[in-house]
């Protein structure tokens, strides 16, 4: 088959040398022709070009631009593709793109791989990214069945676990898992720079181990992606801040009280209920 990769960062490029690998035929369009030109020496792309008319004939389009980029790209992409072609997307959200998308290209099916690292950009691309990796999609009413099945298979060939959701669906459930962690993520690094003794800040960043890497590392990922996922998850992400600010505030009373108990009880829950996620 041949695949048209538009956007050659951390997904675009990954998903590039995984199908390539499985002898798909590669066609990357990306912003810059210094990425065009990595993708084809690192073997990611057979063609590559900053031009969309490349893209014409491939069979299937995923785009793995930002999230603002995504309805643009799809409007630049009409000239070059038939009534036949599949288009895809990799967007962390859903349903400020999926309806609008279907509107302009009648064989769009919305899609999310849930896999990625603090790194972007082509050089952050790796191989075998998605294996065992959550990929929803996100079809709606008016999606072409055919469309949807022709995407699935190329999920299920990477070998990947594939999910079905509608965009809002989707949009509240990675809210919880994936936009809220980055923001408390990125709210913990910023309260402990609030530390006013130099000593002790220096000190604690001294001191920084696994914990501190675990529970900082979302938050100290790609800005860019971060404040797309509050732009354009805004609602569900609001509400699953609420739901935290919640139980943050629940936790300090118990501590203020001195609620060992409750703060036990708590924690004890939180033992099995982590296992539900992970
Ligand atoms: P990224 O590493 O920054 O890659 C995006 C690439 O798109 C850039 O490297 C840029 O390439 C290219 N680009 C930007 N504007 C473009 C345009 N108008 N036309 C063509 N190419 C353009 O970002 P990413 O992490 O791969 O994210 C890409 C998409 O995947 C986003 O929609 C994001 O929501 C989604 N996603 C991200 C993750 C994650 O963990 N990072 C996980 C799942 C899904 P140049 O080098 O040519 O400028």
Redo the contacts with the bound molecule.
Sequence with gaps: MQIGI?????????LAGDWRSLGHEIVG????????N?AIERGLADRSS?DMAILAGVDTIV?????D??L??IE?LLPYISAHTVVT?????KAAIVADATKICPNFVGG???????????E??ERGMFANKPYILTPIAATNPQAIESVAELVRSLDCQLYYATPSQHDLAVAWISHLPVMVSASLIAACMGEVDPEVLKLAQNLASSGFKDTSRVGG??P??GT??ARYNRDALLKSLVGYRDRLDGIIDAIESHHWEEISTTLSQNQIDRSEFL
């Design positions: 538009v956007g050659l960062g951390l997904i675009g490029a990954s369009v990306s912003r810059q022709q210094s990425t065009c990595i900053t785009i793995c631009t930002p999230i980029k995504i643009p790209t630049q997307d990799a967007g962390s959200v999310h791989p849930m896999a990625g690292t603090a790194q972007s950009g082509i952050a691309a990922g790609n860019e992606l797309m996922m």
